[in-house]
């Protein structure tokens, strides 16, 4: 079964806006990466946070993980329209390969 | 570095046909997996190796077989295709146990007639 589940499935925003997304997952893990996926395309690593930190920034990406809640959320300040993507998250357990949830679809309108 | 590669792009097969799905990189990564992905499913892992001459099963390992002779190469063979194998196969590989990124290939998008 898969460890992690995103949601919402499908986010629509306009440009400027804020998307926050969210993931929750099932067992203990060692970190927890966020991934983008445009249509057709594989999968490109946008953010890792190690199972001991709380919150991590990379320019307009912001990543909570609270591990006690096995929870995260990515939050994308000021979206544009070049966000428009699939988004996942991936975590690993014993075996340290990702494994994915079913992702959440974002448009952003210009 | 041309990272993670696969061929072919795209593939159909008739039912009980053979192939392999190449993937190879040139990283000097330890790490390599197989995903397939199907609508509404995200990404489901197949096979994954640790090493040269190291893999295991993933969620969805039946219909599918793998062997790493090289640290570069992780070929997946399907020995006798079904129409349920019908989808995107990523190839991704990493460098080493923890803390790091996995890199994707473009996929190839397969279809079983």
């Known amino acids: 079964s898969q460890q992690g589940e995103e949601d919402p499935q499908a986010l629509s925003i306009q440009e400027g806006e804020n998307a926050t997304m969210n993931c929750s997952y099932k067992?203990?893990?060692?970190?927890l990466q966020w991934y983008r996926q445009n249509s057709g395309r594989g999968l490109v690593h946008l953010i890792l946070?190690?199972?001991?930190?709380r919150e991590k920034h990379s320019g307009r990406l912001r990543v909570t993980l609270d591990t006690s809640k096995k929870s995260s959320s990515l939050l994308i300040t000021a979206s544009r329209a070049a966000d428009t993507a699939s988004y996942f998250c991936?975590?690993?357990?014993?075996?340290?390969?990702?494994?994915f949830g079913r992702g959440t679809s974002l448009i952003v309108h210009p | 570095n041309a990272g993670v590669t696969q061929t072919p792009k795209f593939q159909v097969l008739k039912t009980g046909q053979s192939m392999t799905l190449q993937c190879a990189q040139d990283?000097?990564?330890?790490?390599m997996s197989w995903y397939r992905q199907d609508p509404g499913m995200g990404l489901r892992l197949i096979h994954y190796?640790?090493?040269?001459?190291?893999?295991d099963q993933g969620e969805v390992p039946n219909g599918y077989n793998v062997s790493r002779s090289t640290t570069e190469d992780f070929p997946l063979r399907l020995l006798s295709a079904a129409p349920s194998q019908t989808s995107v196969y990523f190839c991704?590989?990493?460098?080493?146990?923890?803390?790091?990124?996995?890199?994707f290939g473009p996929g190839t998008r397969l279809t079983v007639l």
């Open positions: 067992t203990s893990i060692n970190n």
């Open positions: 190796s640790v090493g040269a001459g190291i893999t």
């Open positions: 990283m000097n990564h330890e790490y």
């Open positions: 991936a975590t690993d357990g014993g075996s340290y390969i990702p494994t």
């Open positions: 946070i190690r199972s001991n930190e």
């Open positions: 991704a590989s990493k460098q080493g146990r923890s803390y790091n990124e996995q890199f």
